[in-house]
Nanobody
Framework: QVQLVESGGGLVQPGASLTLSCVAS????????MSWFRQSLGGEREELAY????????NYADSVKGRFTVSRDNAKSTVYLQIHNLKPEDTAVYYC???????WGQGTQVTVSS
C-alpha cells in the first residue's frame, strides 16, 4: 500500500535551516508528482511546494518563495524540503502529499522558538 513517511522536524531556533524528508513506498515513486503542505495549530492546511515526477517543474507558494526548496531523489524514493531562515510563523506540522489518490504522510512537527 502507499506509504509516505516524513522526518526531519524538531525544535529549532529562528534563523536556522532544516531539511525535511519524505520516504515513499508502495508505488513507483518516479512516476508521480509530489508536494509539501503544512498546517499550523488552528490553521488551514497550506500548500508550500510542488515538484514534478522527474524533478521539474517546481512551484512554490508566494509566502515561502526564496526560503524553501523542494527536491527529490527518485533512486531513494524520497522528496525533500529545505527550509532556510526559519521563523516562528513556520511552526507547523509539515506533510508530504501525492495528488493522485490524495495520499498523505503522518506529518513531522517543526517548532521554531528561541
Amino acid at each position: 500500500q502507499v506509504q509516505l513517511v516524513e522526518s526531519g522536524g524538531g525544535l529549532v531556533q529562528p534563523g536556522a535551516s532544516l531539511t525535511l524528508s519524505c520516504v515513499a513506498s508502495g508505488f513507483p515513486f518516479s512516476q508521480y508528482d509530489m508536494s509539501w503542505f503544512r498546517q499550523s495549530l488552528g490553521g488551514e492546511r497550506e500548500e508550500l511546494a510542488y515538484i514534478g515526477s522527474s524533478g521539474t517543474p517546481t512551484n512554490y507558494a508566494d509566502s515561502v518563495k526564496g526560503r524553501f526548496t523542494v527536491s527529490r531523489d527518485n533512486a531513494k524514493s524520497t522528496v525533500y524540503l529545505q527550509i532556510h531562515n526559519l521563523k516562528p510563523e513556520d511552526t507547523a506540522v509539515y506533510y508530504c502529499h501525492r495528488y493522485t489518490g490524495d495520499y498523505w504522510g503522518q506529518g513531522t512537527q517543526v517548532t521554531v522558538s528561541s
